[in-house]
């Protein structure tokens, strides 16, 4: 009786209707045309095929190449009933899915590919994509947060106190990978005046003052974010400041102002403080990577008497300790002169 009694609660279990399931599921579903350009191998075709269910593919249907084809996908349905239906062309050895090419083998990328049409779906896989692998819009979103202007003085506070009290002003997630968890966390106080700047630009020398870089993302069904991490050759991070688009002079002219000068035996930092106060333009200074390069500040320099420019003092004077000067800009359009190695 116990047996029949289970058997009965079993059968039962197996033969609900399947809306649990896609309650549970939550993701939709999607298929592939596999549209075969020439004459195929049909064992590779099999093996294609075999991949690129074990990717996510629930159904992939191989066929011969019709003139219209072209990659794309069409999506019907919405919510937990959505069904992506996906053209594919399939020529050589790789598959030419939108924005995306799939090399034979490489599951790995098969498998990035539906994770990112289920997690943001068609539109945002096939949108044009610009700087850091965003949409236009996803670009001025973070443009417009990185934009905000630093309100608080900065000057010997404890670096992680700056870049906590500038992320605080943006409403975009700030992440932070791993392996920059241990310098993010400095007490170190930060030497510079970030007050009056945007906060991108601002940001950006903080964190590169102990050794760290931001850039935005677009995380696999999530919102842009701001990452911070270590310094990464392949990444494309946020800049300290970006390249002056108009004439220099024209720009801070302030700094091409005529003066007699004489400087012997000098710091460049109290070169550059006795210059700052003359000055509209602001002066910001790399002072981590002009540290880490084993240069300094307190290099002392000779210009000898005459009559000069501003800007041609401070770069003779930095060329003495192997630095150099550029004009910049912040997200607002805030023109200032950064020392760099």
């Known amino acids: 009786m116990k047996t029949s009694l289970l058997l009965t609660l079993l059968f039962s279990i197996l033969s609900l209707p399947n809306s649990l399931a896609t309650k549970v599921q939550a993701t939709p579903v999607v298929d592939l045309e596999l549209a075969m350009d020439g004459v195929p191998d049909f064992a590779i075709v099999r093996k294609w095929v075999e991949m690129l269910q074990t990717a996510g593919f629930k159904n992939v249907r191989a066929r011969s190449i019709k003139e219209t084809d072209k990659p794309e996908v069409k999506t019907i349905g919405k919510g937990d009933n959505q069904l992506h239906i996906v053209t594919g062309v399939l020529a050589g050895t790789k598959i030419y899915l939108p924005n995306t090419?799939?090399?034979?083998?490489?599951?790995?990328?098969?498998?990035?590919?539906?994770?990112?049409?289920?997690?943001?779906g068609a539109a945002n896989l096939t949108a044009e994509k610009g700087a850091y692998g965003l949409t236009k819009e996803q670009i001025v979103k973070v443009y417009d947060e990185l934009s905000k202007q630093v309100t608080l003085s900065t000057k010997d506070r404890p670096t992680k106190d700056v870049i906590r009290s500038i992320s605080q002003v943006w409403k975009v997630r700030v992440g932070v990978e791993?392996?920059?968890?241990?310098?993010?966390?400095?007490?170190?106080?930060?030497?510079?005046?970030l007050k009056g700047l945007t906060s991108g630009s601002a940001m950006a020398m903080a964190l590169k003052s102990v050794g760290l870089v931001m850039y935005p993302e677009k995380p696999v069904g999530s919102e842009v974010q701001v990452m911070i991490s270590q310094h990464q050759k392949e990444k494309e991070f946020w800049p300290t400041g970006w390249d002056l688009e108009t004439n220099a002079g024209k720009a801070a002219p302030d700094l091409f102002n005529?003066?007699?000068?004489?400087?012997?035996?000098?710091?460049?930092?109290?070169?550059?403080?006795?210059?700052?106060?003359?000055?509209?333009?602001?002066i910001m200074i790399d002072y981590g990577e002009i540290e880490r390069r084993g240069l300094s500040l307190e290099k002392r320099v000779n210009i000898p008497a005459g009559k000069t420019f501003y800007k041609i003092i401070i770069d003779r004077a930095l060329s003495q300790g192997g630095l150099r000067s550029e004009l910049r800009t912040d997200e607002a359009g805030k023109v200032f002169l950064w020392i760099t190695y």
């Open 101 to 120: 090419t799939i090399k034979y083998g490489d599951l790995d990328a098969a498998k990035a590919w539906i994770a990112k049409l289920k997690g943001d």
């Open 178 to 193: 791993s392996n920059a968890r241990k310098y993010l966390f400095s007490d170190k106080p930060f030497p510079g005046e």
């Open 258 to 282: 005529e003066l007699d000068v004489e400087i012997k035996a000098t710091e460049i930092s109290k070169t550059l403080d006795a210059i700052a106060p003359r000055l509209k333009t602001p």
